[in-house]
């Protein structure tokens, strides 16, 4: 069963900081892997997809990479802003033997940047 | 503004009551989930739609019944449910069966 772990729970950083928020699991044998966010009371919004051959993903301040043999991803973000506050999940999806998939998130690392 | 709606944003119902959440997507997806979301858990996955048949039923209650007439519409028709299915109800769509999630804004329901 695939476990997946967000660690820290929560982390608060000043404005301007460089971060890395963890993601790690337990079956390596994924299709890929997202990453969200997700503001208080609403939904989960779209940040990077890295499929299983990707060793990484950029989308302007932010940078996702994947190490499947390690069990790994980890998402950076770059220069800090407050409007960055929010939980974020990470999403591992396998395929079964069955062609079924399974997507399993994490319980998400909530992130305050203080000005 | 994701292109997945979902109706009604907050939910408040007796445990008799008989209720729907709705979801439509306008991205031209042709993949549709229902996840649960609850306090201190992680998002639990509830049911999949592909090219509109189920492909998933995760041990969900009766009490919850998915409907999907076509691939940009999903709805989760509730009755009977319990303090306990009080949550954060997720629609998700993406374009094929392992593609990319695009989630709704949720629905909050609470249960007396």
């Known amino acids: 069963k695939q476990e997946v772990t967000q660690i820290p729970a929560a982390l608060s950083v000043p404005e301007g900081e460089n971060l890395v928020l963890n993601c790690s699991f337990t079956?390596?044998?994924?299709?890929?892997l997202q990453w969200f966010r997700q503001d208080p009371g609403k939904g989960l919004t779209s940040l990077l997809l890295?499929?299983?051959?990707?060793r990484e993903q950029t989308s302007g301040r932010l940078n996702a990479s994947l190490d499947k043999s390690s069990g790994r991803s980890t998402l950076y973000i770059a220069a800090s802003q407050p409007g960055d506050s929010a939980t974020y999940l990470c999403?591992?999806?396998?395929?079964?033997?069955?062609?079924?998939?399974?997507?399993?998130f994490g319980t998400g690392t909530k992130l305050q940047v203080i000005p | 503004e994701t292109g997945v709606t979902q109706t009604p944003r907050h939910l408040v119902m007796g445990m008799t009551n008989k209720k729907s959440l709705k979801c439509e997507q306008h991205l031209g997806h042709n993949a549709m989930y229902w996840y649960k979301q609850s306090a201190k858990k992680p998002l639990e996955l509830m049911f999949v739609?592909?090219?509109?048949?189920?492909?998933e039923n995760n041990s969900v209650p009766s009490r919850f019944s998915p409907e999907c007439p076509n691939s940009s519409h999903l709805f989760l028709h509730l009755h009977t449910l319990q303090p306990e299915d009080s949550a954060l109800y997720l629609c998700a769509s993406s374009q094929e069966f392992t593609g990319e999630l695009f989630f709704g804004e949720g629905s909050r329901l609470t249960v007396l």
């Open positions: 079956d390596s044998a994924i299709y890929n």
């Open positions: 999403a591992v999806r396998i395929i079964d033997s069955g062609g079924y998939q399974k997507v399993t």
């Open positions: 890295i499929q299983s051959s990707q």
């Open positions: 739609y592909n090219f509109k048949e189920q492909t």
